[in-house]
């Protein structure tokens, strides 16, 4: 769990790594660009910086993945956009990230004279604190469609503290050149002093972060308005009391430079101690920034894999957690799936553990929801390690914590049932074909023999002919059911999902439904919670495995019985996703007083072309809870048979959902 920690906070460390490099503004851009280089797929990045009056930005710093020292920024330093104009300039005004999918037909891209190959591009603000524009960091690639909603999550976890880097070796700068002004005030008048004075004072007094001056022992000698606001100290008063007292060894006048985080007042600060040779006494300079969001995002990092470690381990199923597109844990089962080990898939996007296809597949049924959400049963493709192809049937749980995106799945190696799903729909459809042919030649013959019956034939001879239209019909619907059937296990079920009030919804359908019952003598009642909220489901379908369940409940009623329908929430949670998001669902039972299930049929119940014992004698043909059951489960649903001697009990258990979640 330590290694992983690390890796997950190795970007962080790069970026205070490149704080190092302050006051060298550009030497601190360039160390940023390195690291987004390395961390996604651009070929090519630069950053932009405003000028003093804001009304431009500047190229200052530029680098390229396939170069090794000096890149091409000698081509792009220096380089001025206009604010506003531009892609850049855009992003800079808005504050708000463009991404350019392909740059050879889209408008906003102006293509200037450089020798980089541009087919799209990714253009991002560094912002510092709400809107305080640091500079616009920009990302190319020579192919088309390179960058992703993906990309703009790792970046948007980057940014952050590169802004603030880029700002302190700004603000460093700023110093360092106040610094250089003072050491020439021995060669300006008295009146010029004043008025120099009263400028470093306002620029002192009115940055952004916290700076401080003390002397040896601890005495502030000088403060800024915002480090008095973070550590509520004053001029006059001792640092020491909120800073650990053996620090105060460390400090001397070739002290290096101290790093240090402090707990005031319910916040945690980063204090920086650096000497500052001043006469007559060498004084310490400390920068203070308030660090509060970016540790507790480190602590809940280790608090989400602590609290689902466990639970991931332990699952039957193979099981993963992703964050911002990376993955953050597998369990052994995962890996042993793809036939990887742990440290060649943690850490790694999984963009490249599925094929492309796929993942434009995935991206689109992720962006269509929004917030916490639930995605079951999605059909993908992985690729092994050894490069064969996996048909993978994966659920996913959309988490966020903290404004950080996670996902947590369950996913299941659904290779061999494709092939044979493939195999017995190709029998299925030349099966149907086969059938449905010399049929309708039958059916055609016994109709028009039918025509004119009573002039020709007798009355045994009529009967023939009305049996044998009886018996075409029914191997007709057989045919249908088969088609019906091939289409869904073929992976052709298309669901066309809207909001639906379910407790409506099924009182129609027993409504229709109970015209059939009465010629049965079957009444059927129903008892629904209109509180619960509509479901976003597809109503035909729905419609369809009702009907059947429906249907099947009236055959196996005795005359003058009843068919008890039922609708309302369920409280039994399946699976460990289901207790990650704790997703709530509704439960649908319908219950007959027939002859009941045994518990041997009840296991093969919904098997195709399964009919049990009163099946049989109600000539079934073992494909209607087949069907019910693929439609449910294309839902993100279940059905599921209780065995009993006292009639039969179906439930349908759906997820209570709606179009956004």
Same mark, same amino acid.
């Given at each position: 769990?330590?290694?992983?920690?690390?890796?997950?906070?190795?970007?962080?460390?790069?970026?205070?790594?490149?704080?190092?490099?302050?006051?060298?503004?550009?030497?601190?851009?360039?160390?940023?660009?390195?690291?987004?280089?390395?961390?996604?797929?651009?070929?090519?990045?630069?950053?932009?910086?405003?000028?003093?009056?804001?009304?431009?930005?500047?190229?200052?710093?530029?680098?390229?993945?396939?170069?090794?020292?000096?890149?091409? +920024?000698?081509? &792009?330093?220096?380089? $001025?956009?206009?604010?506003? /104009?531009?892609?850049?300039? =855009?992003?800079? @005004?808005?504050? #708000?990230?463009?991404?350019?999918?392909?740059?050879?037909?889209?408008?906003?891209?102006?293509?200037?004279?450089?020798?980089?190959?541009?087919? +799209?591009?990714? &253009?991002?603000?560094? $912002?510092?604190?709400?809107? /305080?524009?640091?500079?616009? =960091?920009?990302? @190319?690639?020579? #192919?088309?469609?390179?960058?992703?909603?993906?990309?703009?999550?790792?970046?948007?976890?980057?940014?952050?503290?590169?802004?603030?880097?880029?700002?302190?070796?700004?603000?460093?700068?700023?110093?360092?050149?106040?610094?250089?002004?003072?050491?020439?005030?021995? @060669?300006?008048?008295?009146?010029?002093?004043?008025?120099?004075?009263?400028?470093?004072?306002?620029?002192?007094?009115?940055?952004?972060?916290?700076?401080?001056?003390?002397?040896?022992?601890?005495?502030?000698?000088?403060?800024?308005?915002?480090?008095?606001?973070?550590?509520?100290? @004053?001029?006059?008063?001792?640092?020491?009391?909120?800073?650990?007292?053996?620090?105060?060894?460390?400090?001397?006048?070739?002290?290096?430079?101290?790093?240090?985080?402090?707990?005031?007042?319910?916040?945690?600060?980063?204090?920086?101690?650096?000497?500052?040779?001043?006469?007559?006494?060498?004084?310490?300079?400390?920068?203070?920034?308030?660090?509060?969001?970016?540790?507790?995002?480190?602590?809940?990092?280790?608090?989400?894999?602590?609290?689902?470690?466990?639970?991931?381990?332990?699952?039957?199923?193979?099981?993963?957690?992703?964050?911002?597109?990376?993955?953050?844990?597998?369990?052994?089962?995962?890996?042993?799936?793809?036939?990887?080990?742990?440290?060649?898939?943690?850490?790694?996007?999984?963009?490249?553990?599925?094929?492309?296809?796929?993942?434009?597949?995935?991206?689109?049924?992720?962006?269509?929801?929004?917030?916490?959400?639930?995605?079951?049963?999605?059909?993908?493709?992985?690729?092994?390690?050894?490069?064969?192809?996996?048909?993978?049937?994966?659920?996913?749980?959309?988490?966020?914590?903290?404004?950080?995106?996670?996902?947590?799945?369950?996913?299941?190696?659904?290779?061999?049932?494709?092939?044979?799903?493939?195999?017995?729909?190709?029998?299925?459809?030349?099966?149907?074909?086969?059938?449905?042919?010399?049929?309708?030649?039958?059916?055609?013959?016994?109709?028009?023999?039918?025509?004119?019956?009573?002039?020709?034939?007798?009355?045994?001879?009529?009967?023939?002919?009305?049996?044998?239209?009886?018996?075409?019909?029914?191997?007709?619907?057989?045919?249908?059911?088969?088609?019906?059937?091939?289409?869904?296990?073929?992976?052709?079920?298309?669901?066309?999902?809207?909001?639906?009030?379910?407790?409506?919804?099924?009182?129609?359908?027993?409504?229709?439904?109970?015209?059939?019952?009465?010629?049965?003598?079957?009444?059927?009642?129903?008892?629904?919670?209109?509180?619960?909220?509509?479901?976003?489901?597809?109503?035909?379908?729905?419609?369809?495995?009702?009907?059947?369940?429906?249907?099947?409940?009236?055959?196996?009623?005795?005359?003058?019985?009843?068919?008890?329908?039922?609708?309302?929430?369920?409280?039994?949670?399946?699976?460990?996703?289901?207790?990650?998001?704790?997703?709530?669902?509704?439960?649908?039972?319908?219950?007959?007083?027939?002859?009941?299930?045994?518990?041997?049929?009840?296991?093969?119940?919904?098997?195709?072309?399964?009919?049990?014992?009163?099946?049989?004698?109600?000539?079934?043909?073992?494909?209607?809870?087949?069907?019910?059951?693929?439609?449910?489960?294309?839902?993100?649903?279940?059905?599921?048979?209780?065995?009993?001697?006292?009639?039969?009990?179906?439930?349908?258990?759906?997820?209570?959902?709606?179009?956004?979640?």
């Amino acid at each position: 769990m330590d290694d992983l920690l690390d890796k997950e906070l190795s970007v962080l460390k790069k970026i205070n790594q490149a704080i190092s490099y302050a006051p060298d503004v550009e030497a601190v851009a360039s160390a940023i660009l390195d690291i987004v280089l390395d961390e996604t797929l651009a070929q090519n990045a630069s950053i932009m910086m405003p000028s003093s009056d804001r009304t431009n930005l500047e190229i200052r710093a530029a680098k390229g993945s396939s170069d090794q020292i000096s890149r091409y +920024s000698e081509q &792009s330093l220096g380089q $001025v956009f206009p604010m506003g /104009e531009g892609i850049a300039g =855009i992003v800079a @005004s808005s504050r #708000e990230p463009i991404i350019i999918k392909d740059a050879s037909c889209d408008p906003l891209f102006q293509n200037r004279d450089i020798k980089v190959e541009i087919g +799209s591009m990714l &253009s991002m603000p560094l $912002v510092y604190g709400k809107a /305080e524009l640091v500079g616009v =960091i920009n990302l @190319s690639h020579p #192919e088309p469609n390179a960058f992703s909603q993906a990309d703009l999550s790792l970046l948007h976890f980057l940014l952050p503290p590169a802004a603030l880097a880029l700002r302190n070796a700004r603000v460093m700068r700023d110093i360092e050149d106040i610094n250089r002004m003072l050491k020439d005030e021995l @060669s300006m008048n008295d009146r010029a002093l004043k008025e120099f004075g009263k400028n470093i004072l306002k620029v002192f007094n009115y940055m952004s972060i916290g700076v401080l001056t003390m002397d040896p022992d601890g005495v502030i000698t000088t403060i800024n308005k915002k480090a008095s606001e973070l550590l509520n100290l @004053s001029t006059g008063e001792n640092l020491w009391k909120v800073i650990d007292s053996d620090v105060k060894y460390q400090c001397g006048p070739d002290m290096g430079d101290v790093c240090l985080d402090v707990g005031v007042q319910g916040k945690i600060l980063q204090l920086e101690l650096s000497p500052l040779p001043l006469k007559p006494l060498w004084q310490i300079l400390v920068c203070i920034r308030d660090v509060s969001l970016e540790r507790f995002k480190e602590h809940e990092l280790v608090r989400v894999k602590d609290q689902y470690k466990d639970m991931v381990e332990n699952a039957i199923d193979a099981v993963y957690i992703v964050k911002e597109g990376r993955f953050l844990l597998t369990n052994q089962k995962f890996q042993e799936m793809l036939g990887y080990d742990a440290e060649d898939i943690l850490n790694k996007h999984f963009r490249h553990f599925i094929t492309r296809e796929s993942l434009h597949e995935l991206a689109g049924a992720i962006r269509s929801r929004k917030g916490n959400s639930f995605i079951p049963n999605l059909e993908i493709q992985a690729l092994k390690k050894d490069g064969s192809r996996l048909y993978l049937e994966i659920s996913i749980g959309r988490l966020k914590i903290d404004d950080v995106l996670c996902f947590v799945g369950v996913v299941r190696d659904i290779t061999g049932k494709k092939e044979l799903l493939g195999l017995k729909s190709r029998f299925l459809h030349v099966a149907s074909h086969e059938i449905r042919v010399p049929l309708t030649v039958i059916r055609g013959y016994a109709r028009m023999l039918g025509r004119n019956a009573k002039d020709i034939l007798s009355s045994e001879q009529i009967e023939c002919v009305e049996e044998i239209e009886k018996q075409c019909e029914r191997l007709l619907h057989f045919s249908n059911s088969l088609l019906n059937f091939a289409r869904i296990n073929s992976g052709k079920l298309v669901l066309n999902k809207q909001s639906v009030n379910m407790c409506d919804h099924i009182r129609n359908i027993v409504h229709n439904m109970q015209i059939k019952a009465n010629e049965d003598g079957v009444n059927i009642v129903f008892e629904g919670d209109a509180r619960i909220p509509a479901l976003y489901v597809d109503p035909m379908k729905i419609d369809q495995a009702l009907y059947n369940l429906i249907d099947n409940a009236i055959k196996h009623s005795p005359p003058s019985g009843e068919i008890k329908i039922r609708f309302g929430l369920s409280y039994k949670e399946h699976g460990d996703l289901g207790k990650i998001l704790k997703q709530k669902s509704v439960l649908i039972s319908v219950m007959d007083q027939g002859p009941g299930i045994a518990s041997e049929e009840a296991k093969e119940l919904f098997g195709e072309f399964y009919v049990g014992k009163s099946g049989r004698a109600k000539q079934g043909i073992g494909l209607g809870l087949a069907i019910t059951k693929e439609i449910i489960h294309a839902h993100g649903g279940h059905v599921e048979v209780r065995p009993s001697k006292d009639g039969g009990h179906f439930s349908i258990t759906l997820p209570l959902n709606g179009e956004d979640n």
